[in-house]
């Protein structure tokens, strides 16, 4: 069953706000097994001129991943979860999440797209800061499998 | 500092995974699918084993850019598409091996860097690509 192709260009309300943790970030950089001290000590974030531990080029994806599901999960919609598979992600940081940021993410469905029988569906995702300062975009293309007709 | 060149090599890395990274990868990204863990339900699934998540992969190709880089803010974009799954059987793992060139330097001086990732010799990401800010520049 193909998609509904009326929510290009739909946006959802924002997510509730994510406080970024300083512990968070240094769970996310044992996770991803990259040792770099500018994601778990402060003193080294600030000689590179941050007010505190940044996080790693990726991380956002901790808030766009659930956000995203409004849109994969949505009834309305009508994608088939059991078919999706993950087939393009671009990040574009604004920049870097830095501990205690207070973040909120809006998805966007940006484009629907029909190949070879699968559905390819951009979102877009713009975290900001609850004082409404752009800190990253984030753009998931998510493949529904035969999913067209 | 001195400024990128075009066709500067970014120091490969070889980066082992095995499935306890997948577990604890899955419990800080919240991403719990259960083909990144469950054997059974990867093969009931068609897939030949338990894959790595894409973003695990994403997240180590970019660490030989931010390493080379110093400085993980850095990397002003990252983009990458997901083309074959990293197969981590138990308990031997895979090894993810990515290597980075500067392919463009654009008039303000930020590199455009293709990461190449591969498993076993063949290729899991494509267009993978970071855009780093000139070095020495400002931390915020």
Redesign the interface.
């Known amino acids: 069953m193909p998609v509904d192709q009326s929510f290009r260009g739909r946006s959802y309300p924002p997510t509730r706000p994510y406080e970024v943790g300083r512990e968070k970030i240094r769970?996310?950089a044992?996770?991803?097994?990259?040792p770099?001290p500018?994601?778990r000590d402060r003193a080294a974030a600030q000689a590179?001129?941050?007010?505190d531990v940044?996080a790693?080029?990726?991380f956002a994806?901790?808030l766009t991943?659930?956000a995203g599901g409004q849109v994969i999960h949505d009834p309305e919609f009508g994608l088939d979860y059991s078919r999706v598979?993950?087939?393009?992600?671009?990040?574009?940081?604004h920049?870097?999440i830095v501990a205690g940021d207070l973040l909120q993410v809006v998805v966007t469905v940006e484009d629907i797209r029909v190949a070879a029988g699968n559905e390819l569906i951009t979102n877009r995702a713009d975290l900001m800061t609850v004082a409404g300062e752009q800190v990253c975009t984030a753009?998931s293309?998510i493949v529904g499998r035969g999913t067209a007709s | 500092m001195s400024a990128f060149s075009v066709g500067e090599q970014v120091p490969a890395q070889e980066f082992p995974v095995v499935r306890a990274d997948l577990v604890r990868y899955a419990g800080a990204s919240g991403d719990f699918n259960p083909i990144h863990w469950n054997e059974r339900f990867a093969k009931e699934v068609g897939l030949p084993d338990v894959i790595a998540h894409g973003m695990f992969t994403m997240a180590t190709a970019v660490r030989v850019v931010t390493d080379w880089a110093g400085d993980p803010g850095a990397v002003l974009e990252y983009s990458v598409r997901f083309t074959r799954p990293v197969v981590v059987p138990d308990p031997q793992g895979a090894t993810i091996t990515v290597s980075g060139e500067v392919r463009t330097v654009r008039e303000d001086g930020t590199a455009e860097v293709d990461l190449t990732a591969t498993v076993n010799g063949s290729t899991v990401l494509a267009k993978a690509r970071a855009v780093v800010r000139p070095r020495g520049g400002s931390g915020d």
């Open positions: 769970e996310f044992d996770a991803i097994n990259d770099n500018v994601y590179l001129g941050y007010a940044i790693p080029p990726t994806i901790v991943l659930p598979v993950h087939g393009e992600q671009r990040f574009v940081h920049r870097p753009y293309v």
